[in-house]
Nanobody, 120 residues
Framework: VQLQASGGGLVQAGGSLRLSCVVSGGTFSNYAIAWFRQAPGKEREFVGSISFSGWSSARTYADSVKGRFTISRDNAKNTVYLQMNSLKPEDTAVHYC????????????WGQGTLVTVSS
């Protein structure tokens, strides 16, 4: 399974960005997709995730992004999106998407990361 993240860039505080994660090499509906981020000098942290079961999706978010970020998936395009609104300077980080088999607990597949920089 390969993941390709894109959409990062420089944005002013209060602005918005949408990240994309294209998944290839596997059956898209078999995987939960998550976003993580790592700021300079800090450990990687969970941002949010989306799983797919039948016709419904389940989403989870870190407290720090609840109400500001939204994860969605387009099964026809094998793509997961991270819509980031009301961005803050503390959101500055390299953002990664990752995939895990729905039957497993760990994210085994990772994309290369895309940098989000929020200026104050």
């Amino acid at each position: 399974v390969q993941l390709q993240a894109s959409g990062g860039g420089l944005v002013q505080a209060g602005g918005s960005l949408r990240l994309s994660c294209v998944v290839s090499g596997g059956t898209f509906s078999n995987y939960a997709i998550a976003w993580f981020r790592q700021a300079p000098g800090k450990e990687r942290e969970f941002v949010g995730s989306i799983s797919f079961s039948g016709w419904s999706s389940a989403r989870t978010y870190a407290d720090s992004v609840k109400g500001r970020f939204t994860i969605s998936r387009d099964n026809a395009k094998n793509t997961v999106y991270l819509q980031m609104n009301s961005l803050k300077p503390e959101d500055t980080a390299v953002h990664y998407c990752a995939a895990k088999d729905n039957r497993k607990d760990t994210y085994d597949y990772w994309g290369q990361g895309t940098l989000v920089t929020v200026s104050s």
